[in-house]
């Protein structure tokens, strides 16, 4: 069968994507009720591209990547969709069968270095232990491969530092350390959740260019969690704008930046701080994002947004192209002659 696929992909000359996320919905009971943080997401990632995805803090950006990889903390629970790499849906995988394929298949880089690398060993160590776990190598090639990986990530003297621990580490080379333990078994996907924001501008800046490096001369497609649009006007092919656990619009990174189309995506490009527009204060969204217990009707949005209308506060809007592979979930595009 997969040759058939393959044969089929060949003749027709398409790419498939590597993960096709379809109808997610993400759940968590409690004792006054269930809450729902994840409710239908659906996207495709393609091989090699990286795929910003960015919102407020409680938009749903991280459980998105969570449920992913399969790290839903309990009583979290996938309840609805699909997550198909490579066809093969993680949704349904045991927690066993998960294990195999993190680490393997997909590779993880989180906020904070500290959590990702255990104290008591040594850089070196944690990277041998995790490539004898995912690849046929001896300890001799896993030590090798090893020096290799610290050295493309840009650790320097790499054999002087892989008997080094994660103390011994500054915070930016700690993030190089795990960018190595994310990759080192050639992982066809990568979760990078706010890879940078513990990090100054300078190492900011290095470990952006590293993760596209890296994307682009290995094929690893990245999916990059982030609350700033600088990182990922910088990084990112596409991009996915999320909001109370929805997508409210996904499309090519430079349309979304030039020319946004839903007003909440209006709104974030319009708080960014612009150079020279001398400005006495800055421009905010009114309002907050809303508690799992307290999503309104309708558009989640609704209550701040400036332009809504009266089928704002009923349905949930549709996703809808509102330009060339660019979609928006928005009432405003629903109406005769659009927005």
Do not use: W
Request: aromatic share 2%.
């Amino acid at each position: 069968m997969e040759g058939a696929e393959r044969s089929q992909e060949e003749s027709t000359g398409q790419v498939q994507p590597l993960l096709s996320v379809r109808d997610l919905m993400v759940q968590f009971p409690n004792r006054r009720g269930v809450l729902t943080a994840i409710q239908d997401i659906s996207f495709d990632l393609m091989p090699g591209e990286i795929l910003g995805v960015v919102g407020e803090s409680g938009a749903g950006k991280s459980m998105t990547g969570n449920a992913i990889i399969g790290l839903l903390e309990p009583p979290g629970r996938i309840v609805k969709g699909e997550i198909l790499l490579e066809g093969k849906n993680l949704a349904a995988l045991s927690q066993q069968a998960m294990r195999r394929i993190r680490g393997r298949d997909i590779g993880a880089i989180f906020q904070d270095p500290l959590t990702s690398l255990n104290p008591l060993y040594t850089v070196g160590d944690m990277l041998v232990e995790t490539i004898l776990t995912h690849l046929p190598l001896s300890r001799a090639e896993a030590q090798t491969r090893a020096l290799d990986m610290l050295s493309e990530v840009g650790i320097p003297a790499p054999h002087e530092r892989i008997g080094h621990y994660p103390h011994q580490f500054s915070g930016g080379m700690r993030q190089r350390v795990v960018i190595a333990l994310a990759l080192c078994a050639n992982p066809k996907l990568v979760i990078a959740d706010e890879p940078t924001t513990a990090l100054d501008v300078s190492v900011q800046a290095q470990i952006i260019n590293l993760l596209k490096r890296l994307s682009k001369e290995h094929g690893t497609a990245v999916i990059l969690i982030t609350h700033d649009m600088g990182v990922i006007a910088e990084t990112a092919d596409r991009v996915c704008v999320m909001y109370a656990g929805r997508i409210v619009e996904i499309g090519p990174v430079r349309q979304i930046i030039s020319a946004p189309r839903h007003p909440y995506t209006v709104g974030l490009m319009a708080a960014i701080p612009k150079i020279g527009s001398g400005a006495d204060k800055l421009i905010q969204i009114e309002g907050v994002m809303p508690r799992l217990d307290g999503i309104p009707a309708g558009c989640a949005f609704n209550p701040r947004c400036p332009q809504k209308i009266e089928a704002c506060t009923r349905t949930v809007p549709p996703m809808i192209a509102v330009a060339e592979n660019q979609l928006a979930a928005c009432h405003l595009f629903t109406k005769p002659g659009g927005a």
